[in-house]
């Protein structure tokens, strides 16, 4: 008996039909000791809705007391590539048997839950149905559906040059890069800063500074010829747009265009009444060092002194950075568009959902706009300099701000969209079927190098089956 571990506590609603997803997420979760939540709608309405406050045991290879979450956590993000110089951890072990425990109400107490061993004034106990968390990449997708709902509403188009609505920003050779390059990571834009160090922290926790780097920066590559993951700088590109055509920040421009009228507990800029809700996030490795990155930007065959492999070293320095400042209330009130979205599973489903259908009368994009995003717009084009030589069939696929499938981000299978983001959020919609699913997760697990994530296996294919894709 004392070598079981145990099982992971599941409170559900779950309609007939979707049981398998419940088992299946059961599963999925047995080996992590973190919390999670599972959300999914088929055609607007919710037909799983899922937590765990997790196994509460870090002792069996997952999250040793010297590791560090959002308190000081980095790795690379969820795109995977080279947009953290290929510096990644491991991914959880074998499963194992597992029991389910489902209840009615508010299950999962503190004394079976993960607890917050990191924040006074954060939520403190187990994660709950109602916790949000640090959504990492994810939150580039909530910039993208402000880029498309001004899009759709005729004010903005991707072939415009940005220069047409940020005039600072032709600086430097880049008066005709267009907003499509800027959604498509083709801008030649990884990092803030011409250093390895990356951009220092203050002004990196400052908008008005991130903004003002970028606009004086040249690109690396020639913008629209090659693309790479954008993985902070991807926010403050597209949300100043966004800014600049709507007069508003994103972060307020998605809290009143999209996060209100679908009564959403997304934010990018955490509100302090919510902070009670707030449980970190947990690493199950520590950051790769600056050596061990810059060994990695060499191995890929870039000299040290490349313009392009200090980028790479400059861009996971600030990710560590920028990761590391979500452990605290200055970060999460801050708006970082690309990685420091909070929320919960729940709302990210629901918004999903609203992009591919209507929830309660509310649809946030047409189909055509849909079409649109999810067209491919890299598929045609190599990673930048000796990068190329790295390319496969798991390379990251990139539509217009969303996530196309390939093998180590499959999504919903053909068709679908989305985005995942560092340790194993993900939130995605598959609009042929009227799927839309969020998941969000407290333990940073995830290994893109080394496939989809352990966790997501389980409860995609359930999903897939109770909602008749692939034949199954």
């Known amino acids: 008996m004392s070598g079981r571990r145990p099982a992971p506590v599941v409170t559900e609603i779950v309609r007939p039909g979707w049981e398998g997803v419940r088992d299946a997420f059961a599963r999925g979760q047995a080996e992590d000791p973190g919390g999670a939540q599972l959300a999914v709608r088929h055609g607007g309405r919710t037909v799983v809705d899922l937590w765990t406050p997790g196994t509460g045991r870090f002792g069996y290879g997952a999250a040793p007391d010297g590791a560090r979450g959002a308190d000081g956590a980095g790795g690379t993000d969820g795109a995977g590539g080279a947009d953290g110089a290929g510096v990644a951890g491991g991914v959880h072990g074998t499963r194992a048997e597992h029991a389910r425990r489902t209840e009615a109400g508010a299950g999962g107490d503190a004394e079976t839950g993960y607890r917050n061993e990191h924040g006074a004034g954060t939520g403190g106990g187990a994660f709950r149905a109602n916790s949000v968390g640090v959504l990492m990449s994810v939150s580039k997708a909530l910039v993208a559906v402000c880029a498309h709902l001004l899009i759709e509403r005729g004010v903005l188009d991707p072939d415009d040059p940005v220069a047409r609505h940020w005039p600072e920003f032709a600086a430097a050779g880049k008066a005709q890069t267009t907003v499509a390059d800027l959604l498509a990571h083709r801008a030649g834009l990884p990092a803030y800063a011409d250093d390895p160090a990356g951009l220092p922290e203050a002004p990196l926790l400052e908008p008005a500074a991130r903004v003002r780097a970028l606009a004086a920066m040249s690109p690396v590559w020639d913008p629209g010829k090659a693309f790479l993951y954008h993985a902070l700088t991807y926010g403050d590109l597209v949300g100043e747009v966004v800014h600049r055509v709507s007069g508003e920040s994103v972060g307020r421009f998605f809290a009143r265009e999209v996060a209100g009228p679908l009564g959403l507990d997304l934010w990018i800029g955490l509100p302090e009444r919510e902070e009670h809700r707030f449980v970190p996030q947990r690493a199950v490795r520590p950051d790769p060092t600056p050596g061990q990155v810059a060994r990695a930007v060499e191995r890929a065959g870039l000299a040290p002194g ?44 629901r918004l999903y959902a609203a992009l591919v259908g209507p929830v309660d009368g509310v649809r946030l994009l047409s189909a055509a706009t849909v079409d649109r995003a999810r067209t491919p717009c890299t598929d045609h084009l190599p990673q930048p300099g000796v990068l190329h030589r790295l390319d496969g069939p798991d390379r990251s696929r990139f539509g217009l701000g969303f996530e196309l499938p390939r093998p180590g981000a499959p999504l919903l299978g053909e068709g679908s969209f989305g985005h995942a983001g560092a340790g194993g959020r993900l ?37 897939g089956k109770a909602a008749g894709l692939g034949g199954g």
């Open 306 to 349: 490349d313009r392009l492999a200090t980028s790479l070293r400059a861009s996971s320095a600030e990710l560590a950075r920028a990761t590391a400042s979500f452990g605290t209330r200055r970060g999460r009130a801050a708006e970082f568009p690309a990685a420091g979205g909070i929320g919960d599973a729940r709302s990210l489903a």
């Open 427 to 463: 939130g995605m919609a598959h609009p042929e079927s009227g799927l839309a699913v969020g998941y969000v997760c407290t333990v940073m697990a995830w290994e893109p190098s080394a496939g989809p994530d352990p966790r997501w296996m389980p409860w995609t294919e359930a999903i």
